[in-house]
Nanobody, 124 residues
Framework: QVQLVESGGGLVQAGGSLRLSCEAS????????MGWFRQAPGKEREFAAA????????DYPDSVKGRFTISRDNAKNTLYLQMKSLRPEDTAVYFC?????????????????WGQGTQVTVSS
C-alpha cells in the first residue's frame, strides 16, 4: 500500500507564498507521475499541477500557470508545490496524488493513490 502525506499548508496573506510537500512511503511506484489537486468548500476537486515520471514534463491549468511550480525529488520520494502570488481564490484543501504510467495527467480518475490533504487559506 502507498501512503502520501502532505504538509506545508497554512494561512497566508494575498500575494504571499507557500511551499507544499508530499512524502510518499510504503510500496511506492518507481518514479511515478504525480500531481496536485485542490478542493474548495462546495466545489469539485480540480487539477492544480502535474509532473511526469521523470519531471521532464509538467502541466498546469491557466489559473495557476506562472504562479505555481511543481517539482520532485525522487531520491527522497517527495513531491513539492511552490506557490507564489497567492490569491484568495487559491484557498482550498490541497491533495497530492500518484499514478501509474508516464504522465503528466490532469484527471482525478487517472490517479490511483491520494493523500489526506493540507489546508491552504489565503486572506485578502
Amino acid at each position: 500500500q502507498v501512503q502520501l502525506v502532505e504538509s506545508g499548508g497554512g494561512l497566508v496573506q494575498a500575494g504571499g507564498s507557500l511551499r507544499l510537500s508530499c512524502e510518499a512511503s510504503g510500496r511506492t511506484i518507481n518514479n511515478p507521475p504525480m500531481g496536485w489537486f485542490r478542493q474548495a468548500p462546495g466545489k469539485e476537486r480540480e487539477f492544480a499541477a502535474a509532473t511526469s515520471w521523470d519531471a521532464g514534463n509538467t502541466d498546469y491549468p491557466d489559473s495557476v500557470k506562472g504562479r505555481f511550480t511543481i517539482s520532485r525529488d525522487n531520491a527522497k520520494n517527495t513531491l513539492y508545490l511552490q506557490m507564489k502570488s497567492l490569491r484568495p481564490e487559491d484557498t482550498a484543501v490541497y491533495f497530492c496524488a500518484m499514478a501509474y504510467g508516464l504522465g503528466p495527467f490532469r484527471e482525478t480518475r487517472q490517479y490511483d493513490y491520494w493523500g489526506q490533504g493540507t489546508q491552504v487559506t489565503v486572506s485578502s
